[in-house]
């Protein structure tokens, strides 16, 4: 495994979305919401490792590269898909549920991109609440990205309080998903299961960069928040006691 420190890099295996009306369609990482991250960290001489449940490959949420959904910018689509496609470890991701003591002892911090995939797995998946109540236990800085919040959840509903509750948090909101196609299908929503949590959920003005910070999570709330919320999570990773340069580049 990893033998040197690493910021953890967590992507959904999920590839269909099960909408409250049965149905369901084709899901994944938001593009726009790894490459922005992924580019800025890179460029600070963070060392990254992409995890996703099970070591699945992530698929692309199509969604995320269509034109369209761009305000029409074909160009930024090309973008985007050619930036993915330069991304390293997306095709042989490292097994969540495998990752060692010293695998998790090496890590300094995660980032959780979203995608409507953690809707169906980051949320419930045992392995994402070993991951994110070790990096409270050991002070390592968490951004999580509009439905990458979702990942808080799987600390929820088990014997012991999640270490999250009260925190405050964002991510994509209840306004911004009432304007998008799934409209009235989707199979929750984030925000209102993150406040009947306990979260205390920030949000702002939808399709604008909005970021929520406490003392153990960093959160955006929709792709539009991923530059400032990645400089910020670097401020967080510069402040603790964990290692970077360029000498730990893959």
């Known amino acids: 495994m990893n033998t040197q420190p690493f910021v953890l890099i967590l992507l959904s295996a999920a590839q269909r979305l099960r909408l409250n009306d049965g149905t369901e369609v084709t899901t994944g990482f938001w593009a726009e919401e790894l490459v922005v991250p992924w580019q800025i960290l890179r460029k600070a001489g963070w060392r990254l490792q992409v995890v996703t449940p099970g070591g699945v490959p992530p698929l692309i949420d199509p969604e995320s590269l269509d034109p369209s959904t761009l305000g029409g910018d074909h160009s930024r689509a090309a973008y985007l898909c050619d930036a993915v ?13 495998a990752l060692t003591g010293k695998d998790l002892d090496t890590l300094i911090g995660v980032f959780i991109p979203g995608g409507n995939g953690p809707l169906m797995d980051l949320c419930q998946a045992p392995g994402v609440d070993r991951l994110l109540r070790h990096c409270v236990a050991a002070a390592k800085p968490i951004a999580t ?106």
């Open 145 to 250: 990205l509009c439905h990458g919040t979702a990942a808080l959840l799987a600390t929820c509903g088990g014997a012991d309080r999640s270490p999250f509750c009260g925190q405050r948090v964002t991510c994509f909101s209840a306004a911004e998903e009432s304007a998008t196609p799934l409209a009235g299908r989707w199979p929750y929503t984030l925000e209102n299961r993150l406040r009947q949590e306990g979260f205390r959920v920030s949000t702002g003005a939808p399709w604008q960069s909005h970021i929520a910070t406490d003392n153990f999570i960093l959160s955006g709330q929709n792709p539009a928040s991923a530059a400032t919320l990645t400089h910020v999570f670097i401020e967080r990773l510069t402040s603790t006691p964990t290692y970077k340069g360029e000498q730990y580049e893959c």
């Open 85 to 97: 496609r330069q991304i390293t470890g997306l095709r042989t991701p490292l097994d969540l549920d």
